[in-house]
T-cell receptor, first 115, second 113 residues
Framework: AQKVTQAQTEISVVEKEDVTLDCVYETRDTTYYLFWYKQPPSGELVFLIR??????QNEISGRYSWNFQKSTSSFNFTITASQVVDSAVYFCALSEARNTDKLIFGTGTRLQVFP | NAGVTQTPKFQVLKTGQSMTLQCAQDMNHEYMSWYRQDPGMGLRLIHYSVGAGITDQGEVPNGYNVSRSTTEDFPLRLLSAAPSQTSVYFC????????????FGPGTRLTVT
């Protein structure tokens, strides 16, 4: 069965600190897709990244980076030099190739960045 | 483009009442879905549709009905509201099924008393 675990319920940091949000997934499929979404205080969900299981290269986008490790079934998200605008709930999600109609979300990590 | 729109933004219902949450998208997406978001539980899939005339159940379908008569619209019906259905409801759509980026609506906050 597919499952996504975000063990960190809430993280607080001070501006300019680096922070890593953990995501561990379970799947029996060899082909699958991993996602991160951001939910700022305004409530809408914003897509950040999609990764397929065959692409283990780390990705960097500005202050954001993602570390995908199949050996540990993890897809962690790091924000470098955090800013107050990064305060949000971040969700990791998984979709299996044999059932791409379903997207399973983790429970989310609330990040608070203080000035 | 308006993207994904949801109405209403807020709703209060009494137990046993029925209502329909509206969702529409103008991006010609084939895939649409409904999620509910509860504290500490993330987003859970209620129902989804891969095209007009086709719907299927997600993780938590009980108490909800959907239909998809057009590509643009995907309404969610609560037949007899219960306090356990108090939640924030999100509609989403994408060009392909869930393996692609999904576009979310702004959400509907529903309270059942």
């Amino acid at each position: 069965a597919q499952k996504v675990t975000q063990a960190q319920t809430e993280i607080s940091v001070v501006e300019k600190e680096d922070v890593t949000l953990d995501c561990v997934y379970e799947t029996r499929d060899t082909t699958y897709y991993l996602f991160w979404y951001k939910q700022p205080p305004s409530g809408e969900l914003v897509f950040l990244i999609r990764r397929n299981s065959f692409d283990e290269q780390n990705e960097i986008s500005g202050r954001y980076s993602w570390n995908f490790q199949k050996s540990t079934s993890s897809f962690n998200f790091t924000i470098t030099a955090s800013q107050v605008v990064d305060s949000a709930v971040y969700f990791c999600a998984l979709s299996e190739a044999r059932n791409t109609d379903k997207l399973i979300f983790g429970t989310g990590t609330r990040l608070q960045v203080f000035p | 483009n308006a993207g994904v729109t949801q109405t209403p933004k807020f709703q209060v219902l009494k137990t046993g009442q029925s209502m329909t949450l509206q969702c529409a998208q103008d991006m010609n997406h084939e895939y649409m879905s409904w999620y509910r978001q509860d504290p500490g539980m993330g987003l859970r899939l209620i129902h989804y549709s891969v095209g007009a005339g086709i719907t299927d159940q997600g993780e938590v379908p009980n108490g909800y009905n959907v239909s998809r008569s057009t590509t643009e619209d995907f309404p969610l019906r609560l037949l007899s509201a219960a306090p356990s259905q108090t939640s924030v409801y999100f509609c989403a759509s994408s060009y392909q099924p869930a393996a692609r980026e999904q576009y979310f609506g702004p959400g509907t906050r529903l309270t059942v008393t």
